[in-house]
């Protein structure tokens, strides 16, 4: 299993200090930062550790901001959820800083403790077995360290090991075990020791023990162990981080992956060693396992779930699209376009097509289709279907892409989105189209050329004739800026039609990202096939008038920048009901 790789010496520092809100070490600290640690006392240990005469005061952020990774010096201590601490702990020589997860255990030397608690939690182990979810799992740990524990006042009992439990094996205890009695049993601690102990247990009985504080922190993208060594992480601020969380030996991380597989109800073993499933919280999980088919040894990535997605706006203010753009895809989709979100892994395909899907008329019914649950839409007529894997081997109880794009079709939604194409439902997916479904879907590649080349081949073999039923290609990529890595839509594409003498497509570019300045381009101003030929024939506008389109366009995007800067309009589900309402009111 896992250990803390701490970034600083800890040899020799005192466990567990009872310094608390009388520590001398609150005077130097922002004021902020000792109100929050005049709250939380583990927080004041940690500190105690930290080598302040050599990396300065941490500076305390109750939020982060994007313009925090332009800090120079990245000491920062922020709050996560179920009241635990990050600290972004600077790294004077290597390429990545340290992202110390702070919990109230950390700094207390419990083993002799939890050694003893483990035993009594045997009393309780039919009682833990009968709880049938994990918050009354963890209501019945919590009542067995109630009995088990007695917080006393003053410095602690157990600071150096020593245990004074006062256990006469000579009785009756709980279900008959040989004690005297209950009072006997008690374990003293300090109101300190006890919640350290609490937490630790029922992080690791109920929760997702070590890296559980990782998917508690809602900055964190990705986590990433490649090994035996340190996890790594993608930090939506901070960008690349490493972790304090390390693995000693290739026999830690097999066993960690092995718990974790019987965790999620997902299993690795020898025959089956690759597992992807996702998490309680909708993280998406990949388990690779054994050296076998990976020479570094077992390896796990979780791709953290936002429980609200981002919004389109919030793309904005990131710099990902433009308020013209936005308004280019509102009336695609509005119309019920066909349209790929195409980029490389990672480029926040997901991201994007999760956010426009609240431009998507309000009455739409919608079904999407996923191996693993990412789409999220605001929409109430949703029907969200999942494939269902029995294996790595083929058998009659898979329900795979293809059956269910197939189900979709006679459930008559006015819009299919699938999660991913990349096999044989991209066929029924351009079948739907030519039915006149309109279907979205993300895809793997990096231009429209390389988009059309994997489309004709294996295994999609989608005939050239009917790839022009896609009508909008947005394509997404991972850029470098002056300020660091960032998701930038580079171009949104019109595919006009296929020329069967030439063998080749007309296409045209509606937008492209210039990276000279960090801006966006419209070379499809007065130029747009989709906007002049299709969207203005489908609002009615009659021929000779098309044109008028674009200054409904401008009208359009001047309407979000109202609504974003004016009215500060972000969250993802108020941004859709104000344009639900928008439309039933026939402003937009």
Not at 330 to 351: C, I, Q, R, Y
Not at 561 to 570: A, I, N, Q, S, Y
Request: with cysteine; glycine share 6%; proline share 6%.
């Amino acid at each position: 299993m896992p250990e803390i790789l701490w970034p600083f010496e800890t040899e020799g520092l005192e466990v567990g200090c009872e310094h608390g809100s009388s520590c001398s070490l609150g005077k130097v600290l922002p004021a902020r930062l000792k109100e929050v640690c005049d709250e939380n006392e583990f927080l004041y240990d940690y500190l105690h550790w930290v080598p302040m005469n050599e990396i300065g005061v941490p500076g305390y952020y109750p939020k982060l901001t994007r313009s925090m990774r332009d800090l120079d010096d990245k000491n920062i201590i922020y709050p996560i959820k179920d009241g635990l601490f990050v600290h972004i702990y600077p790294n004077p020589v290597g390429a990545r800083d340290y992202y110390v997860a702070i919990e109230p255990h950390m700094t207390h030397n419990l083993d002799h403790l939890l050694e003893k608690i483990e035993v009594r939690l045997i009393d309780w182990s039919e009682e833990i077995g009968d709880a049938e979810t994990n918050e009354e799992k963890g209501e019945v740990i919590s009542r067995a360290l109630d009995e088990i524990l007695v917080v006393i006042s003053g410095p602690s009992p157990n600071r150096n090991g020593n245990i004074d439990e006062n256990v006469n094996l000579n009785g009756n205890g709980r279900n008959g075990r040989s004690r005297t009695s209950e009072a006997e049993l008690k374990i003293n601690v300090t109101q300190r020791e006890y919640e350290a102990i609490k937490y630790l247990i029922l992080r690791d009985k109920v929760g997702f023990g070590p890296i559980a504080p990782l998917l508690l922190d809602p900055y964190i993208e990705d986590i990433s162990c490649s090994g035996k060594g340190p996890i790594f992480l993608e930090h939506k601020i901070f960008e690349s981080v490493q972790s304090t969380i390390s693995f000693p030996t290739e026999d830690d991380v097999d066993d960690f992956v092995i718990w974790m597989g019987e965790w999620i109800k997902r299993p690795v073993t020898v025959r089956n060693p690759i597992v992807d499933s996702v998490l309680p919280d909708g993280s998406r999980i990949n388990i690779v396992y054994g050296t076998d088919i990976s020479k570094r040894g077992s390896n796990f990535t979780i791709r953290k779930f936002n429980e609200t997605p981002l919004s389109v706006f919030e793309l904005i203010e990131f710099n990902t699209m433009d308020y013209m753009m936005a308004a280019y895809l509102s009336f695609v989709l509005e119309e019920d376009l066909n349209m790929f979100v195409v980029g490389a892994t990672a480029s926040g395909k997901t991201t994007t097509l999760n956010a426009i899907t609240t431009f998507m008329l309000p009455n739409s019914k919608i079904v999407t289709i996923e191996d693993t649950p990412e789409l999220q839409v605001p929409h109430p007529n949703w029907i969200r279907e999942m494939t269902r894997g029995s294996g790595r081997e083929k058998t009659g109880s898979e329900v795979d892409m293809f059956d269910l794009l197939k189900a979709a079709l006679r459930q008559r939604p006015n819009r299919i989105i699938v999660g991913e194409i990349r096999g044989e439902e991209g066929a029924i997916a351009f079948q739907a189209m030519q039915t006149g479904h309109g279907v979205m879907s993300t895809f793997h590649a990096a231009s429209v050329e390389k988009l059309i080349q994997r489309l004709n081949g294996e295994p999609i073999n989608i005939p050239k004739a009917y790839i022009d039923n896609l009508q909008v290609v947005l394509i997404q990529s991972a850029v470098k800026t002056p300020t660091g890595s960032a998701r930038r839509v580079t171009s949104i594409s019109e595919i006009v039609g296929y020329d069967s003498l030439s063998q080749s497509f007309s296409v045209i570019e509606a937008f492209r990202w210039n990276p000279a300045n960090d801006t966006f381009e419209f070379p499809g101003f007065m130029n747009s096939y989709i906007l002049e030929e299709v969207i203005a024939q489908k609002k009615g506008i009659p021929p000779h008038k098309r044109r008028v389109i674009y200054t409904d366009l401008k009208r359009r995007a001047k309407i979000f920048e109202r609504l974003h800067l004016g009215r500060k309009v972000k969250n993802f589900h108020e941004v859709f009901e104000i344009l639900a309402e928008a439309h039933r009111q026939n402003l937009l």
